[in-house]
């Protein structure tokens, strides 16, 4: 069992990294005090599969619960959703001590951090993340929100768990398509910080593709020390800290946007953009051709995309240009100077831009 702590003074917190430790979980909720009652927010295959383990823990250390089902879908980070979801731990807040637990992927985590972040202006929770996407990536770091018709994200909070439990045998259960998007962020975490990383991603492939205990533990706690450190550097990404994070994310959540969410998984959508943006970087003369090749080499060793399809230039060009992180006409891409090193890009040429997409694009 492994330990990562994220250090934000007396709002800090543990990452717990191991195999079957789910059983333990009552004895962090005592040493931190959290509450008698945890209102668990799961879907309907992790609540099926995993919940039973997770509530006779909770009931054999003293702890009661309820479960709350969402559907799994992008569709459940909504208002509807919120407020159901609100006066569900409501009705169970009866002269309780509640905590919530977001047992599930990235859209169970961003909705009950935000549930925990309004109900009674601020409650603990704890995430148990199932997906390797959410335990390397949105599990860590507070970012909590639902969507708006009008765009993603655009309602939420930065509001931290009190824990976060890592159980790789959680992961199990995932599909190889679900497996590969959490890759891309882990490749990601190996090109902007850690060369070491991205080595072993290079050298351990069928260990991680088979899931062994050693190689996941090792893939997740170097990927979570990345994250703890850029989060309690930057919580509220107000130092260019946290920006880094967004290598890849540029032209990923556009390729994701002009696809209509329904092509690309977001880890599919991550590893095109970070493609594009190493290309980028090559034409900027940032990096080597060596460098960038051996990028789009491991990217396709994991079964990730490495060209567009079904998707034109100019969506994705009128998608990038719509980004939150632009200013106007002005552009911001993370591209990399090197293995390890980000380098933070503001007007990259539109020509630039738009050939390295082109020559993505199938």
Do not use: C
Request: hydrophobic letters at 40%; zero cysteines; proline letters at 2%.
């Amino acid at each position: 069992m492994r330990s990562v702590k994220v250090k934000l003074g007396k709002r800090s917190y543990d990452i717990i990294i191991g195999k079957n430790i789910i059983s333990l979980l009552p004895r962090y909720v005592k040493k931190l005090n959290m509450g008698d009652s945890a209102f668990i927010i799961s879907n309907p295959y992790v609540r099926n599969r995993y919940s039973q383990g997770l509530t006779k823990a909770l009931n054999k250390g003293g702890i009661s619960s309820k479960i709350k089902t969402i559907p799994d879908t992008e569709k459940s980070k909504s208002i509807l959703t919120l407020s159901e979801a609100i006066n569900s731990l409501a009705k169970f807040d009866l002269k309780k001590r509640v905590f919530i637990i977001a047992l599930g992927g990235g859209v169970v985590g961003d909705l009950s951090g935000l549930v925990a972040s309004v109900y009674k202006r601020g409650i603990p929770y704890i995430q148990i993340p199932t997906t390797l996407l959410a335990q390397v990536d949105s599990s860590i770091g507070g970012k909590t929100a639902v969507d708006l018709r009008e765009g993603k994200n655009l309602v939420g909070a930065f509001y931290q768990p009190s824990l976060v439990f890592s159980d790789v045998s959680l992961l199990e259960s995932l599909d190889p398509r679900q497996l590969r998007a959490g890759l891309a962020e882990v490749i990601k975490y190996g090109i902007i910080k850690d060369s070491r990383l991205f080595g072993y991603l290079e050298k351990e492939y069928k260990d991680i593709v088979k899931l062994k205990t050693w190689a996941l533990e090792y893939v997740v706690s170097a990927s979570s020390k990345i994250k703890a450190d850029i989060v309690g550097r930057d919580e509220r990404e107000a130092k260019g800290i946290r920006t880094t994070l967004n290598f890849g994310h540029t032209a990923g959540h556009a390729i994701e946007a002009a696809a209509d969410f329904s092509s690309y998984t977001h880890g599919e959508a991550v590893a095109l953009g970070m493609l594009i943006a190493s290309d980028i970087s090559l034409k900027l003369g940032l990096i080597s051709g060596n460098l960038n090749a051996r990028i789009e080499a491991l990217i396709n060793k994991y079964g990730l995309p490495v060209t567009i399809e079904g998707v034109s230039l100019r969506a994705i060009m009128k998608a990038i240009y719509r980004d939150k992180k632009f200013s106007g006409e002005k552009n911001k891409f993370v591209l990399i100077a090197g293995l390890g090193k980000v380098k933070i890009v503001e007007n990259v040429p539109f020509k630039v831009v738009e050939e390295a997409i082109s020559n993505r694009i199938k």
